[in-house]
């Protein structure tokens, strides 16, 4: 292949952003002062130190909660959203017992979602898992006649970490709320990269993290809708009571600043990233198109986020082409998944055929992606293959 590309781009080529972002710039600049000057603890009440540290955590419970269209007693810090995962749906299975034991979440969800629906069905709740169809589409109606009088919770992930899917959280959430169950929302995805604002919602609880935006890793929150939803949830760790009792521990000050300026960065230049991401990724797609007419977008009929391209050439395996282009940093599958089967079960649970799960690759541009770093991506996709 023509390598002139390589004089102006830096190896590897990373488009691999819904694992992880790398920290902005001024966010690390922010976050400078809490590893020296400003240490204090911020559950220290009694001088300056602690003054100093409780206000920069407060400043970023704000910038937080404004960017999801919330206020700052609705956002609980927590070390990541797979923690804030753990403690809306396991706190509010225990909180509701008397209520019932039925769980309702999708086929599609987060391995932090799963999991904990798996460790829930160990311990006498009971879980159903929705399906979707082809294109990774949730059918509201499929959800409403799911539910029942002991349905407790429902989990609906806000937009799929695999292929970029969309979901309608606000229609799902009142249809839940009319039932009289609680509805919570795996937000890691979206938050940051399209438009959300959950207080207009009946969302009850959705969680975020600052890696998947730009932020340091270590910190994510829960967003809980309202002080009786505080209340009643259970916690899962205790302590010193720190955050209104529901995550005890010393505050992680340096990471919860750097959440706090990754959020007002994303909050101002949010539109315009994702306009460009979208053109990015549209553009990746329609040369990959033109390249193999076979290709298939997984869920690529769907709405979408703007930076995701989950694709498959058919009759190529995806490890074996990740490995041949080696300069290029793509995902076969979650990168959260740990010790995991890299088997899709995302796709799987969509009815793919096993050659196009084997092959599928996810791209994810970012807010630091150019236009030659596609069309190098492209070309060394043409050439692998």
Known sequence: MNDAPLASLTLPVYLDYCA?????P????????????????????????GWDAREAVEEARSAVAEL??????????????????????????AAGRKRGNHIITTAVEHHAVLEVCRYLETVGCDVTYLPVDSCGKLDLEVLRQALRPETVLVA???????????????????IV????ALFFTDATQSVGKIPVSFTDTNIGFAALSAHKLYGPKGAGALYIRSESLRKSI???????GQETGLRSGTLNVPAIVGFGEACRIAKNELEEDAKRCRVLRDHLEKELHRCFSSLKINGGESLRLPQVCNCSIPGISARDLIRKMGTIAVATASACSGGLSGTSHVLKAMGC?????????????????????????????????
């Open 353 to 385: 055929d096993q050659s196009v799960i084997d092959g599928a690759i996810r791209l994810c541009a970012g807010k630091y992606t150019r236009r030659e770093e596609i069309d190098y991506t492209i070309e060394r996709i043409r050439n692998s293959v």
């Open 20 to 24: 992880t972002t790398p920290v902005d």
């Open 177 to 180: 709320r009319e039932h009289g």
């Open 234 to 240: 259970v916690p899962l760790i205790h302590g010193g």
């Open 156 to 174: 609906v992930m806000h937009a799929n970490n695999e292929t970029g899917v969309i979901f309608p959280v606000g229609e799902a959430a009142s």
């Open 68 to 93: 999801i269209g919330a206020s700052a007693p609705q956002i609980v810090f927590t070390s990541g959203a797979t923690e804030s995962v753990n403690l809306a749906i396991k706190g509010m299975a």
């Open 26 to 49: 001024r966010v690390r600049e922010k976050m400078m002062p809490y590893f020296g000057t400003v240490f204090g603890n911020a559950s220290s009440r009694d001088h300056s130190c």
